[in-house]
């Protein structure tokens, strides 16, 4: 799932939620309900996240739909 990729990135990069959401330029409530609630933010949120990451979008976002929903 890729919510646990997310965070496993994250920690492996020694990020806390709060470190993350300030390289990303993103709120930290915004981590929280990624890696929680398995909230999927909208496409420019996506991206600075795997920029932050340094990981390719898609690599990160899998689990989405062409048109960028979720296919749960």
Known sequence: MEFNQIKMQRV????????????????????????KYNYVPGPWVRSKLAKALIMPETRLWHNLNKDGGSRR
Not at 21 to 32: G, Q, Y
């Open 12 to 35: 492996k990069m020694g990020y806390s939620q709060l470190k993350l959401a300030i390289v990303a330029k993103v709120s930290p409530a915004t981590i929280v309900a990624i890696e």
